[in-house]
């Protein structure tokens, strides 16, 4: 899903083995159903190149090279101070570089626009759960139409008959998904999630990240996800990043096929590789 290299001097990022698991029957309704190379037709790709951030002298992300073909779930995971949330902003333009470029392109005539959901979901308190969506539209379009867009993207996260509540009436959970709902209803090509679900509960985090899987795997946008959660990673993205020191580190595919099931021993053997790496590149010597 990512071709990732550094610079031709520089020693390229270790990739691990590859595993060809047991096929296993698949289930799913057929509205929702899609294969994961159909999503181009809708995200935007990403093409970073030699791409340097630093903050008061101190280099945050280091001559990356990064290519993200349209559609795909990438996750990127590393340790705090990693470069991670700084890579997420350069590619949605919040932040500018010190050097390098990144470039997105879409083949549609007129390119979607690009989202991000953060931790807190960041909502108008004095505003209804249908007129917190409908501000993920900026200015566009009628009232009316603004309006049945925003109960249309509620509905898409199971809470339609949330929409003229007040956030505060809410669960964490619930506040989260109207988050989501706002993100989704412009119909983003980029859809970044900086780590979204670190303060919800096992179980509801878990509810969460199936259903941004579904609505990913339905809309076709590209999904870039941070988290420090190995296992999220794991069990969402088609490829991973470990991200050390602003460059990318090791550069992983995940081949399991959809639905993942929690618990499966392919999935827990790769994040396990994923975190010895982590854990021996910062063994205390």
Do not use: Y
Not at 50 to 58: E, I, N, R, V, Y
Not at 209 to 223: L, V, Y
Not at 251 to 277: F, N, S, T, W, Y
């Amino acid at each position: 899903m990512i071709a990732t290299a550094l610079r031709a001097h520089d020693a390229a990022p270790e990739t691990l083995p590859l595993w060809q698991p047991a096929d296993r029957p698949a289930k799913e309704p057929p509205p929702r159903a899609r294969q994961p190379e159909s999503a181009a037709t809708g995200g935007l790709a990403v093409t970073v190149r030699d791409l340097s951030k630093a903050f008061d002298g101190h280099t945050v992300i280091e001559n990356l090279d990064l290519h993200i073909p349209a559609g795909q779930f990438v996750a990127v995971v590393g340790r705090s101070g990693c470069g991670k949330s700084t890579l997420l902003r350069l590619i949605l333009g919040l932040e500018q570089p010190s050097s390098g470029r990144v470039v997105l392109e879409s083949e549609a005539v007129r390119a979607p626009p690009k989202r991000i959901m953060f931790q807190e979901p960041r909502l108008l308190p004095w505003a209804n759960v249908a007129d917190n969506v409908a501000v993920g539209l900026g200015e566009t379009g009628t009232k009316a139409e603004r309006r049945a867009r925003a109960l249309s993207a509620l509905s898409e996260v199971g809470l339609a008959d949330k929409a003229w509540v007040w956030p505060a009436t809410l669960s964490g959970g619930q506040r989260q998904r109207v988050a989501l709902a706002r993100a989704l209803v412009s119909r983003p090509g980029l859809l970044a999630l900086d780590e979204p679900l670190g303060a919800l509960d096992a179980l509801t985090r878990i509810g969460m990240q199936a259903m941004i899987e579904e609505i990913w795997r339905s809309q076709g946008f590209t999904a870039l996800l941070v988290t420090h959660d190995v296992s999220e990673a794991v069990a969402m993205a088609d490829r991973i990043l470990v991200v050390e020191d602003g460059r990318v580190a090791l550069d992983v595919k995940v081949e399991v096929p959809r639905p993942r099931r929690r618990g499966d021993p392919i999935l827990a053997a790769l994040e396990g590789r994923i975190l010895d790496h982590l854990l021996k590149t910062h063994a205390p010597a």
